[in-house]
């Protein structure tokens, strides 16, 4: 079993619609929660950061984490057609800081 | 340029023989760090360097992987002996350490094992 399992896609709505993206996770030493939007033949880039359980704020998006249950999500307002690509989620822990986990990514089309 | 830069961008190579990756991180930036993607997957961990020291080798998925960082710079991933299952898009991050820093992604280079 992943340590990391993301919710499958691909996902499709309209523009405008609030978007939940979903994953959970097994390894209890993971701390630090990330998610990366990637555009098609593109790297990675990072969108939201955060250790803490409860939520983090950065315009229309939200990241939301909870330690207890093992799952974090991403929520995506007034959801644009830029919006449009593949959203990844990473995780790390504290002893080994320099290794990201990531889920497999879920494909977001907005459609206008 | 002001991002990391991978080259080639993009290589073809046949069953068999070597390539060399390479990856120019960031100026300043002593955390530098390997990941494997294949088609419609996730990333997968390679290798991360802080400094010339990789910590972490645990990704590499065979002898025949094998990465070195010079200078604190330029680094280097090679692939001996390639196979097809080698064939995948190979990215390349840098940072400025590894702990509460974003990490900044190339733009890959693409592996096809003929």
């Known amino acids: 079993q992943k340590e990391v399992e993301q919710d499958p896609g691909p996902l499709s709505v309209p523009e405008g619609a609030i978007v939940s993206l979903n994953c959970t996770y097994s390894?209890?030493?993971?701390?630090?929660f990330m998610w990366y939007r990637q555009y098609s033949r593109k790297g990675p880039e990072l969108l939201m950061y955060?250790?803490?359980?409860g939520n983090k704020e950065d315009g229309r998006f939200t990241a939301q984490v909870d330690k207890s249950s093992k799952y974090i999500s991403l929520f995506i307002r007034d959801s644009q057609p830029s919006d449009s690509a593949t959203y990844l989620c990473?995780?790390?822990?504290?002893?080994?800081?320099?290794?990201?986990?990531f889920g497999d990514g879920t494909t977001l089309t907005v459609k206008p | 340029g002001a991002g990391v830069s991978q080259s080639p961008s993009n290589k073809v190579t046949e069953k068999g023989k070597d390539v060399e990756l390479r990856c120019d991180p960031i100026?300043?930036?002593?955390?530098l760090y390997w990941y494997r993607q294949s088609l419609g997957q996730g990333l997968e961990f390679l290798i991360y360097f802080q400094g010339n020291s990789a910590p972490d080798k645990s990704g590499l998925p065979s002898d025949r992987f094998s990465a070195e960082r010079t200078g604190g710079s330029v680094s280097t991933l090679t692939i001996q002996r390639t196979q097809q299952e080698d064939s995948a898009v190979y990215l390349c991050a840098s940072s400025p350490r590894t702990l509460n820093t974003e990490a900044f992604f190339g733009q890959g280079t693409r592996l096809t094992v003929v």
């Open positions: 390894n209890s030493a993971f701390q630090y």
């Open positions: 100026s300043g930036h002593t955390a």
């Open positions: 955060t250790y803490s359980s």
């Open positions: 990473a995780m790390k822990g504290w002893t080994n800081a320099g290794k990201s986990t």
